[in-house]
């Protein structure tokens, strides 16, 4: 069984994180993945903090082992769904699109790990000294919102910035990925792709089925114009929102067409409206099945393939 610092940290058995993914990320999926062994997070994206409230409650019936949850600070609503994760003392908060340092304080004292999501090392450095007790370093590789860095070399450089754990994120679904990552200097991992597919994601059967056959080549990013790169399933609207970023349009025409698109993908699995959010790893999701299976594999394959990386790869030393 690997350990390391961040398992150490967060009481978990496998140093894996799931994708607090918006819409994607709920109880049921939360609490398989941490009743796996791994650190399943609840995805607050937008939503109100009492919608929040509920998915918190709801997986401390389905799961007594550590969870979190992902707190997107650019959300009207992040100050109250700030104060439902420190009045329910979540074991672990990780966010995004924005600095944490306001709420640091009250997490703290209610004893929640805050882990920020990165994309450089600047970022980092300053959410160390904020009080950050680790933070995820996401490559570009990853699905949804994005920065430019890849993961290769993106996570040596935050490794080399910081003296807390960091987790890498983008392009990991397999034992090689994983193996990658803690060469490069990661305590763990974060993976989201593969739990899309997850049996007890709520992701629409349309979702599931184009990431089943998705090819290497087949997301797309698009946002890049309006400052917030989003990572995709290439599809009749992503391909239509690329296009018209070339265009002469403006940026409130480019936002109406995106608006509630992740929804429409997740609950509806509309193929004319929806984004499908995906990482460039999608030509690797070959299955739909369990989160307990997931994590197994990934992590069983992982410590084998570290265990005789080496051996197996014909590797010598003269």
């Known amino acids: 069984m690997i350990q390391t610092k961040i398992t150490q940290l967060l009481g978990i058995t496998h140093p894996l994180f799931q994708g607090g993914m918006a819409w994607v990320a709920d109880a049921e999926l ?5 009743n796996a062994g791994g650190l399943g997070l609840i995805g607050a994206s937008a939503a109100p903090a009492d919608v929040v409230e509920q998915m918190i409650v709801k997986a401390k019936t389905l799961t007594d082992r550590p969870f979190g949850v992902n707190v997107m ?8 769904v700030a104060k439902v994760c420190a009045e329910q003392r979540v074991a672990v908060v990780t966010t995004g699109a924005g600095n944490p340092g306001k709420y ?6 209610a004893g929640t790990k805050v882990i920020p999501v990165v994309a450089s090392a600047a ?14 370093a996401e490559g570009c ?3 949804g919102h994005i920065g430019e860095l890849t993961t290769m070399a993106l996570v040596p450089q935050v490794v080399d910035a910081v003296s807390i754990p960091v987790v890498a994120a983008g392009g990991i679904a397999d034992a090689r990925g994983v193996a ?4 490069l200097g990661a305590q763990g991992v974060q993976c989201g792709t593969i739990f899309v597919c997850a049996q007890e994601s709520p992701a629409h059967d349309n979702y599931k089925k184009l990431l089943l056959e998705a090819k290497d080549s087949d997301t797309i990013v698009t946002g890049r114009a309006g400052g917030a790169p989003i990572r995709s399933i290439k599809t009749k609207l992503t391909r239509k929102l690329a296009k018209m970023e070339n265009e002469e349009i403006s940026r409130e025409e480019f936002e109406q067409m995106a608006a509630g698109s992740l929804r429409k993908a997740v609950q509806d699995g509309n193929l ?3 984004s499908f959010m995906a990482g460039q790893i999608s030509g690797m999701v070959k299955q739909i099945a369990p989160a307990k299976v997931l994590v197994e594999q990934l992590m069983g394959s992982s410590e084998q393939l570290l265990k005789s990386l080496i051996e197996e790869r014909g590797i010598t030393f003269a």
């Open 73 to 80: 600070l650019m959300s009207p609503f992040a100050a109250d």
């Open 272 to 274: 004319e409206e929806g």
């Open 30 to 34: 939360a609490a398989a993945v941490s």
């Open 180 to 183: 990658a990552a803690f060469a």
């Open 123 to 136: 970022l980092a450095k300053r959410m160390e000294r904020a009080g950050a007790d680790a933070v995820v």
């Open 104 to 109: 640091m304080d009250m997490w703290k004292a």
């Open 141 to 143: 590789e990853s699905g």
